[in-house]
């Protein structure tokens, strides 16, 4: 799966230039809450591929080498996205960032923008469907999961049977407090005591966890442009900072 996304932005990349370059390199960077799964990955991917992708129901034959990857922890790449657009927030300070992803929630203390600790929590917002679902449906909206987890993520509103449309993160927000709690325990435990400058919130879930946080945490919350790609920018700005040295 993996080499296939890479070939797809390669092919896409190369669709864009007026002249195809006659070999391609490329320097990956991945992330995830496994980081010995995402070296094992790495081991595979440095060399050359030769891969043929049917986009269009016809073959595109492309070659390109992968000379390095490099692994970072879910959740601290998104503090390169904050170091790029917020500076301030975590440059010689303690941060917490707390990645609310659809199974997982991913939780990283940082220090002077080193990583010093992370946890992770199978308590993603799968865990928030049903109770969302069943809130939906008492206001006449007939939708299926998948339906509620992208509007969860676009912040689109569902429309109702009997009512105007229905705005999905309001519902999540009207339940979630209980889900709030049994991350915020977690929290207590992983933080143990120890004072924050900062929180920055990531992933597709927080932006319905924003005011809990707001009002559980009298510090700053922080939340990237586009918290659902924020690992994946912060990610692009490291291999950026690399080729340029």
Wanted: net charge neutral; glycine share 6%; aromatic share 6%.
């Amino acid at each position: 799966f993996i080499l296939w996304a890479v070939a797809r932005s390669v092919l896409a990349v190369q669709e864009s230039l007026r002249e195809i370059p006659s070999s391609v390199e490329l320097a990956l960077a991945l992330t995830g809450s496994n980081l010995d799964r995402k070296g094992w990955y790495a081991a595979q991917l440095v060399r050359q591929h030769n891969v043929t992708l049917f986009p269009d129901g016809v073959p595109e034959k492309l070659s390109f080498r992968i000379r390095e990857v490099y692994a970072f922890l879910q959740g601290y790449a998104s503090c390169l996205t904050s170091l790029k657009s917020k500076g301030d927030l975590t440059s010689g300070r303690r941060l917490l960032v707390v990645d609310v992803g659809r199974y997982t929630v991913d939780l990283c203390l940082v220090s002077s923008c080193t990583l010093s600790s992370h946890t992770t929590l199978n308590l993603g917002t799968n865990e928030l469907l049903p109770s969302v679902i069943s809130k939906l449906r008492e206001a006449g909206v007939q939708a299926d999961k998948l339906a509620v987890e992208r509007a969860l993520v676009s912040g689109d509103a569902l429309r109702s049977l009997t009512s105007d449309p229905v705005d999905v993160r309001e519902v999540a927000l009207s339940v979630a407090r209980p889900y709030f709690d049994r991350i915020s325990r977690h929290v207590v435990n992983f933080v143990a005591g120890a004072p924050l400058d900062g929180i920055l919130l990531c992933g597709g879930g927080s932006r319905i966890l924003e005011s809990l946080f707001r009002e559980s945490y009298h510090v700053p919350v922080t939340i990237p442009d586009s918290p659902v790609f924020a690992n994946v920018d912060g990610m692009s700005s490291f291999l950026t900072m690399m080729e340029s040295r």
